[in-house]
């Protein structure tokens, strides 16, 4: 029996994407594997009612086919599906994570991101890296063609989840199929600035590097009152705010001390437009880890 924690992710940061990601320190999905003749999954926790437990459907089935390594696994869910926080990506990262060691693959962490990420395009239509890659070796990564690059960040941030629900298919069928030469100059110029701000922990340039004209917008018209809700946040101290993912989570950026503060006129501002919502205080944590 192995059991992994892998934790929920925030991805693109405005400026980046489909290409930069965090692990978040909370919450996190926990995985527990145990060998079988075939693959059986059981799921309980945040939004499980929500996730199929056929392997052919769930994201994890495609994990353990991938690694030749069956299972019975059992899913704890501590983030909602189809939040923007990497849901998905949290359970697929655990589960080659658990699977590999389970079955004493010896991939490296590097290796076992795209063996994820197959996992998650059963759910999304797109094996995209940008949430596993930080669900899987933690920190602030880039994730590109030629590979992942991590760098160990500290920086203090607050996701906020309204009690709204869209699908990443969905949010993805908004984005724009083209941009302008000055929006991507502007774009290649904020992500820059983001990447020095994770380099030097400083969270007035990650949360200046996160402005994006291209995507964001588009998906912002999918999360209602957003507006309102980066101006309170901004207002209580936030450096940047942007969709986490591809939403409705919505990613702060702030000093420590300011965290209580950006939390709780985020959730005023949803509040002021009939929405529930919660939110977490939390910062670019580790990646998965074997318990
Ligand atoms: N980069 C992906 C997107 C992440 O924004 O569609 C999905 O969570």
């Known amino acids: 029996?192995?059991?992994?924690?892998?934790?929920a992710t925030s991805a693109n940061l405005g400026s980046g994407f489909d290409v930069f990601?965090?692990?978040?320190s909370r919450p996190a999905d926990?995985?527990?594997?145990?060998?079988?003749?075939?693959?059986s999954i059981e799921v309980s926790g945040a939004g499980s009612q929500f996730i199929p437990e056929d392997p052919e459907k769930n994201t994890v089935g495609a994990v353990a086919e991938a690694l030749d390594a069956?299972?019975?696994?059992?899913?704890?869910k501590g983030v909602r599906p189809a939040s923007g926080l990497g849901s998905s990506a949290a359970s697929a990262a655990a589960a080659a994570v658990a699977l590999d060691e389970l079955y004493d693959r010896g991939h490296t962490r590097e290796a076992l991101v795209p063996i994820a990420a197959e996992g998650e395009a059963v759910?999304?239509?797109?094996?995209?890296?940008d949430n596993v890659a930080p669900a899987i070796v933690g920190g602030f990564t880039v994730a590109t063609g030629n590979g992942i690059t991590?760098?160990?960040?500290?920086i203090s941030l607050v996701v906020c989840l309204p009690d709204i629900v869209i699908s990443t298919r969905d949010a993805r069928s908004v984005v724009p199929e083209s941009a302008s030469i000055e929006q991507v100059v502007?774009?290649?110029?904020?992500?820059?600035?983001?990447?020095?701000?994770?380099?030097r922990d400083d969270p007035e340039l990650v949360g200046a590097g996160m402005h994006d004209s291209v995507v964001t917008p588009a998906r912002a018209e999918l999360i209602e009152g957003y507006d309102d809700i980066c101006g309170a946040a901004r207002d209580a101290g936030a450096t940047g705010v942007t969709i986490s993912g591809s939403g409705p989570g919505v990613l702060a950026v702030c000093r420590g001390r300011d965290r209580r503060s950006v939390a709780s006129a985020m959730l005023d501002a949803f509040e002021a437009h009939d929405i529930d919502a919660r939110s977490y205080q939390t910062r670019v944590g580790r990646g998965a880890q074997i318990l």
């Open 123 to 129: 759910v999304s239509g797109v094996a995209h890296d």
């Open 70 to 76: 069956p299972a019975h696994i059992e899913i704890n």
């Open 30 to 39: 926990v995985v527990r594997v145990r060998r079988d003749t075939e693959t």
């Open 186 to 199: 502007e774009t290649v110029g904020n992500a820059a600035t983001l990447t020095a701000g994770m380099c």
């Open 21 to 24: 990601g965090v692990a978040l």
């Open 150 to 154: 991590r760098v160990d960040a500290d």
């Open 1 to 7: 029996m192995v059991t992994v924690r892998a934790p």
